[in-house]
């Protein structure tokens, strides 16, 4: 085992945060955290302050910093607490990381990420946002400090696993398995009329709302085929998705001698992210193991592009290129916010998306600011077409 | 691409030489074919040499060698001929090669692999013997010359493709995957008339009667586990035996963090060949690509130890150690052959074996000549349990 390692978790209370922190008790002392981040919800911060005793947190906001001191006020544990996105950015400097996990889910995560990808330490992303809205930023500038982005989504995480059993040039193909959905098997004329309910029950994850709903309309197949663009350096052509029912093999790639290389396992956030924070290391951790012949069987089917334009729509915006996949995972947002709230059909969210891609952009660039405007006015267009309430 | 690469193929008409020279074909001009070995397929050498022009040839016996001769003289090609066994090992050690095909069936193809391993040359392994009979001698030869071993039969070579994803340290079991032969869900009792028949309908692959009958009582899944002992250093404990009618999971790995590593791939004896001939390479060559979406299922079980004890067997031969792998191999020769020509049934194939490694054994050593002893000694005293004719 090399020296303790370093580590600030972006997100720290969220669900990947709190993994991580599994992880971290498992493979102790492995790891020193040094630096935690989180948002709101700031009891469970001050109760990871007094365990891990990191140098500096920081907070959402000022007012979660001062409620973060009182909590912590007269304890054993003294850190530096700041706040908000700059506290956030100071933060991940501060603690001169070894491995930073990205983990704050949406916009805010962005500018954090991408301090810790500027630091050169090697950065576990789950920060979807960082590669989708900003991917050839996130990357130029690990190139340039030569940071390592390991990805902690499980499909990513695997196809970072299969690649090591060639060279890159060797790689014909990357696939992403795909859970298919609460939906998978219904066609299009059947989606129309289904409930929020319904979106929200998913077979195998249990996630958050908004990616549940990403997940049942495929546009999380869709954001993650821009993400392993970016993260794999890979052509549109040469990323394919695969619909896998029961989630075992998490990903494949084919290299050009036509061998396949798959890499399966139980599905459990805690593997790709302790994969993420000791590598190049493979330990034995705290992840259950495969049983394959208890599992039985494994499907594999062909998405059904028709019923499911949303993965189409993000294909096309990476066709498109520079800032269209920020605009369409704004427009997504948007289009999944109103659906959750009843605003809109099912089939209306790749609508939405499909028209704020035509009616938009492309905007001034590739930088921080440049993106965000480009969001923002995605989001401005999104929400107009939104107002007009249901269309299907 | 580098140089051209010198080959040698041992065995070059059988299926897996055959098979190799379509490789050879399609990847021109990456190989130069420096010599060929064959036995009795006289008339089909004689064309190989005219179309590859290697230095030297070797037939299996003096007669092959005339009649080869004869079938050269007047034309444009002429190799230097030689015969027999100790022809074989000089056509290795002329050739000068840079890698070695050994593809010789049986005990015959022991010498001359032993002498590719010692020229320090890349040296594909398809002689089952080479392992199960002497793994120990062909390891430490490897390991003194610095010859890299890299397994042709699909399993194995799936298993050395799927290690390239950790280091040896983080492995926690090597899983082949086993069709699970036509008897595949047959209880004990359900075997003990099977007939010959039968025992060679095998569902996948299509291959020669011994190799089919050891497929049918999985002791061809039980010397595989032998062979991966000794390639891969791996404990008996540390290898497992999962059953996979489909054939198009190769095998597996399993690391220590609860990650598994597959190869997948469509079954064509091509690709695990091509791997080893442009290993460390992986170049686009023969094979048909994979469908996962088009083959739809995937199914796993565990083998029935009972029904099949044979693969019982092999993993108990490997636990004596010394020439037990290869009195079991032996013992295992004599059985199916007496099967084949109904002089035993089904169920006294595994009989014949453990009676056969009971009553011989430990012998004097593991050099080439003790292990030849062992497996003399076996066969004679398996052959004298056959000959007191069925007892099924």
């Known amino acids: 085992m090399d020296s303790s390692r370093r580590l600030v978790i972006l997100g720290s209370t969220g669900s990947i945060g709190t993994s991580a922190l599994e992880v971290v008790d498992h493979l102790a002392p492995r790891f020193e955290v040094v630096g935690l981040v989180a948002g709101r919800r700031v009891e469970l911060l001050a109760q990871q302050v007094t365990r891990y005793r990191p140098r500096i947190v920081a907070c959402g906001d000022e007012d979660g910093a001062r409620r973060l001191r009182a909590l912590l006020d007269g304890g054993p544990v003294r850190p530096r607490v700041v706040w908000g996105e700059r506290g956030a950015i100071e933060a991940v400097r501060e603690g ?9 889910v949406g916009a805010a995560g962005l500018a954090p990420t991408l301090a810790a990808v500027e630091t050169g330490a090697t950065v576990g992303l789950a920060n979807k946002e960082a590669l989708v809205v900003a991917g050839r930023l996130m990357v130029e500038r690990a190139a340039a400090s030569g940071a390592t982005l390991l990805p902690v989504d499980s ?67 869709g954001l993650e085929v821009i993400e392993a663009h970016f993260l794999f350096a890979a052509d549109v052509g040469e990323i394919d998705v ?6 075992i093999v998490h990903s494949l790639v084919e290299f050009r001698d036509g061998s396949v290389i798959a890499q399966l396992g139980v599905p459990d956030m805690r593997h790709p992210i302790q994969y993420a924070l000791t590598w190049p290391d493979r330990v034995a951790g705290c992840c259950p193991r495969l049983d394959l012949a208890e ?22 915006a990476l066709r498109l290129g520079g800032d269209a996949p920020a605009r369409l995972n704004a427009a997504n947002e948007v289009a999944v916010e109103a659906f959750l709230d009843g605003r809109i059909g099912f089939l209306d969210i790749p609508r939405v998306i499909e028209r704020t891609l035509a009616r938009t952009g492309p905007g001034r660039g590739e930088d921080l600011d440049a993106l965000r405007d480009a969001d923002r006015q995605a989001r401005r267009v999104a929400r107009s077409l939104v107002s007009g309430g249901p269309t299907a």
């Open 96 to 104: 001169e990381p070894d491995v930073v996990l990205a983990a704050i």
């Open 155 to 221: 499909e990513h995480n695997a196809i970072h696993q299969c690649l090591r059993s060639g060279r890159r040039e060797e790689v014909r193909r990357l696939v992403l398995t795909a859970s298919g959905g609460p939906f998978r098997g219904r066609a299009r004329e059947e989606l129309a009329g289904v409930s929020v309910a319904e979106a929200l029950d998913h077979p195998t994850w249990s996630m958050g709302d908004k990616i549940t709903i990403d997940s049942a309309t495929l546009m999380n197949k």
């Open 242 to 247: 695969l619909v896998h029912p029961q989630s």
């Open 295 to 316: 599992l039985g069987t494994l499907t594999f089917e062909q998405p059904d592009l028709e019923a499911f334009p949303c993965l189409a729509l993000a294909y096309e």
